[in-house]
């Protein structure tokens, strides 16, 4: 596979798939299995994994590059592929002790019959995900766990969970570990349903375990390590996924404002919107310069991420701040500009500008990220 194949395979799914579907799952809260399937069939779900266990190889180019096309036809599906592809990246990075564990999964995952997840958020520590407050207790066979996880993307419908828990003996509150558990294992329950303002068919409902047994083999870092992994591994791709879908978003609404701005018409003038009105036509040029701003930000981000520097990080945080303030200026203009049409659900800018408003509150949420940005320019240390 190479890029260009990837990014039209995506766009082949997002018509034919994503989206016929979009407004039925997005009014009903129901999970797209068969976008899930065809992005299995078609090889995306192993798109960064290495060709030596079937994956295509590719980088954070062709990652944005697809979840922004998903997204534009279905953010919901969208952030269903972004969680798969952190969980798949976590177990592709497993430490040499679970590495040969971990090689008939990815090989499921490339072959696309395995959707992955993460599991990191809890009711205890909310948004900071960097302090799981769940602990895993060694046996004689690995580890269990118990924790309350408040939002899982693709809950009940992953194969698999990327687990985070204290270490058995970490002293800190960051002395974290990885695990994989299987969806299978038992003690392991969604514990809710998932009945969001946006983001409505991506199941991200709460998921608790219960005393779960996990195999040494199935420990994905070193004691204490989950934590440079959630940054390391995770986190770039994380907020280049998540900006990724806000650049979807934002496309879809600048196409589908402008076709409402052609196509609704005043016939007392004699003219459509866009054709009356100066300030329509003003708004929608801001929509497209704040979009194209977030498309820069994205391809600077991957050139960081391609090229990695001092900056590279700095970068990252920024990415996902923006993406998540563009994406809402952007679908809300989008409201205004199409007025009742949008209000009364029309149109389906309405769909974008609940959906646009999930990127700020996913963590690191918007707010971490400035405290974040704002200390590292100030030299305070970050934790
Ligand atoms: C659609 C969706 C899907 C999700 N999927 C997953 C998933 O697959 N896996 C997963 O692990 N989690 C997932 N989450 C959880 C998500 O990542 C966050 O943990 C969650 O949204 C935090 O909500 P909260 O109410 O607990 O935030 P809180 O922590 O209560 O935050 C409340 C407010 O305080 C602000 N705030 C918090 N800390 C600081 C700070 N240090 N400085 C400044 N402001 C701060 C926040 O920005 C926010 O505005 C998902 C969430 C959503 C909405």
């Known amino acids: 596979m190479t890029h260009e194949s990837a990014v039209s395979k995506a766009r082949e799914i997002a018509t034919r798939?994503?989206?016929?579907?979009?407004?039925?799952?997005?009014?009903?809260?129901?999970?797209?299995?068969?976008?899930?399937?065809?992005?299995?069939?078609?090889?995306?779900?192993?798109?960064?994994?290495?060709?030596?266990?079937?994956?295509?190889?590719?980088?954070?180019?062709?990652?944005?590059?697809?979840?922004?096309?998903?997204?534009?036809a279905d953010a919901s599906v969208a952030m269903v592929y972004v969680m798969h592809v952190m969980g798949a990246a976590s177990i592709s990075a497993a430490r040499p002790n679970a590495a040969s564990s971990m090689r008939p999964i990815l090989q499921e995952i490339a072959a696309g019959q395995h959707?992955?997840?993460?599991?990191?958020?809890?009711?205890?520590?909310?948004?900071?995900?960097?302090?799981?407050?769940?602990?895993?207790?060694r046996n004689a066979h690995g580890v269990k766990i118990s924790a309350r996880?408040?939002?899982?993307?693709?809950?009940?419908?992953?194969?698999?969970?990327?687990?985070?828990?204290?270490?058995?003996?970490?002293?800190?509150?960051?002395?974290?570990?990885?695990?994989?558990?299987?969806?299978?294992?038992?003690?392991?329950?969604?514990?809710?349903?998932?009945?969001?303002?946006?983001?409505?068919?991506n199941a991200s409902a709460p998921v608790v375990l219960d005393d779960c047994e996990v195999p040494a083999d199935f420990q994905l870092t070193d004691d204490g390590a989950g934590f440079p992994a959630m940054l390391n591994v995770v986190l770039p791709l994380f907020n280049l996924g998540t900006a990724a879908v806000a650049l979807g978003l934002c496309r879809a609404a600048v196409a589908g404002t402008a076709s409402h701005l052609k196509n609704a018409k005043f016939e007392h003038l004699g003219q459509s919107l866009g054709e009356s009105l100066p300030t329509l036509r003003a708004q929608l040029a801001t929509m497209q310069i704040e979009t194209d701003g977030l498309s820069a930000l994205i391809d600077d981000v991957i050139d960081h991420l391609?090229?990695?520097?001092?900056?590279?990080?700095?970068?990252?945080?920024?990415?996902k701040a923006a993406a998540g303030e563009v994406a809402i200026s952007v679908t809300s203009t989008a409201m205004r500009v199409c007025g009742g049409a949008a209000f009364s659900k029309h149109l389906n800018i309405e769909r974008l500008f609940r959906d646009a408003h999930a990127g700020a509150v996913m963590a690191p949420t918007g707010d971490v990220l400035r405290e974040f940005i704002g200390k590292s320019l100030l030299g305070i240390p970050l934790f």
């Not at 419908?157 to 299987?182: F, I, K, M, N, R």
């Open 149 to 201: 996880k408040s939002w899982v993307t693709s809950a009940g419908h992953a194969q698999s969970y990327v687990v985070s828990a204290l270490s058995p003996e970490g002293a800190g509150p960051t002395d974290s570990t990885l695990y994989l558990v299987a969806a299978e294992t038992r003690g392991l329950s969604v514990a809710g349903p998932w009945d969001g303002l946006g983001l409505r068919a």
């Open 17 to 72: 798939v994503l989206a016929p579907g979009a407004e039925q799952n997005d009014s009903e809260g129901r999970f797209s299995t068969e976008a899930v399937k065809s992005l299995g069939e078609s090889g995306l779900l192993g798109l960064l994994l290495p060709t030596d266990v079937g994956g295509a190889g590719l980088g954070p180019r062709t990652f944005a590059a697809v979840t922004a096309t998903l997204a534009e």
């Open 306 to 319: 391609e090229t990695p520097r001092d900056t590279t990080m700095l970068r990252v945080l920024e990415v």
């Open 115 to 137: 959707l992955s997840t993460l599991a990191f958020s809890e009711a205890g520590s909310r948004s900071h995900f960097w302090a799981p407050v769940s602990r895993a207790h």
